[in-house]
C-alpha cells in the first residue's frame, strides 16, 4: 500500500503549548520520512526528516518520534509560536528505479497568540 | 537568487485549451519533477525527469505531457483541458537518488490554474 495516513486535518494551538502530527504507514519499503511545512501561497519546503532505524530526532522546536513496529510517526513541535500556523506534511520515500515521495494528506496548523 | 522557479503564477483558463506551465531550477540539481495538489492539499508527483530523461510517469491521462529540453528546465504542457486539472502545480528538483541515498526536494513556489 503506498498510502501514508495523517492526522488530524486541522489542528488549533494556543502559543507555547505543543503541537502533535500523527502519521501511519503500510508499505515496509519506505526508507525516510520527512515533514514538509508549507505556508499560504508557498511550495512545501523540507522541515525535518527521519530514517527507520532511528527512533528520535530533534532539530530545535520540532522532534520526529519514530515507531518502526507500528509503522506510526508524529512530528511534534515544542513551544508553538503564532509563525509556526502553516500547513503539514508528512511523506515517505521508496527507491523504485527512482526517488519516489508519498505524501500525507496535510495537517492545517493554527496557533492562537 | 539560487531557487526553483515557476510560470505563471497563476493560469485561468477555459475547457478545452491547451496550456504550458514552466519551470527551471538553478541549484544544480539533475532531476526535476511535477506534482499536483488537489483542492483539498493532497499532493501527489505525476513525473520525473533525470537529464532529460523521464524516469517517474505515474497514472496521469496523456493530455499530460512534460518536456526537459535541458536539465535545468521541466515543462509542463497540458491539451484539451478539463474542470479537473483546476489544482496547483508544483514543480522540485533534487540531485538523483541512487539505493538508500536520498537528496531533499526544493520545491517552487506552484502555478495555480482554474479550468472555467
Known amino acids: 500500500q503506498q498510502q501514508v495516513k495523517q492526522s488530524p486535518q486541522s489542528l488549533i494551538v494556543q502559543k507555547g503549548g505543543i503541537s502533535i502530527i500523527n502519521c501511519a504507514y503500510e508499505?515496509?519499503?519506505?526508507?525516510?520520512f520527512p515533514w514538509y511545512q508549507q505556508f499560504p501561497g508557498k511550495g512545501p519546503a523540507l522541515l525535518i526528516a527521519i530514517r527507520p532505524d532511528v527512533s528520535e530526532k530533534k532539530e530545535g522546536r520540532f522532534t520526529i518520534s519514530f515507531n518502526k513496529s507500528a509503522k506510526q510517526f508524529s512530528l511534534h513541535i515544542m513551544d508553538s509560536q503564532p509563525g509556526d500556523s502553516a500547513t503539514y506534511f508528512c511523506?515517505?520515500?521508496?527507491?523504485?528505479?527512482?526517488?519516489?515521495?508519498?505524501f500525507g494528506q496535510g495537517t492545517r496548523l493554527t496557533i492562537n497568540p | 537568487d539560487t531557487a526553483v522557479s515557476q510560470t505563471p503564477k497563476y493560469l485561468v483558463t477555459q475547457m478545452g485549451n491547451d496550456k504550458s506551465i514552466k519551470c527551471e531550477q538553478n541549484?544544480?540539481?539533475?532531476?526535476m519533477y511535477w506534482y499536483k495538489q488537489d483542492s483539498k492539499k493532497f499532493l501527489k508527483i505525476m513525473f520525473s525527469y533525470n537529464n532529460k530523461e523521464l524516469i517517474i510517469n505515474e497514472t496521469v491521462p496523456n493530455r499530460f505531457s512534460p518536456k526537459s529540453p535541458d536539465k535545468a528546465h521541466l515543462n509542463l504542457h497540458i491539451n484539451s483541458l478539463e474542470l479537473g486539472d483546476s489544482a496547483v502545480y508544483f514543480c522540485a528538483s533534487s540531485q538523483r537518488t541512487s539505493g538508500r541515498l536520498t537528496y531533499e526536494q526544493y520545491f517552487g513556489p506552484g502555478t495555480r490554474l482554474t479550468v472555467t
Open positions: 541549484l544544480g540539481h539533475d532531476t
Open positions: 508499505n515496509t519499503a519506505f526508507d525516510y
Open positions: 511523506a515517505a520515500r521508496y527507491y523504485q528505479g527512482a526517488q519516489k515521495l508519498v
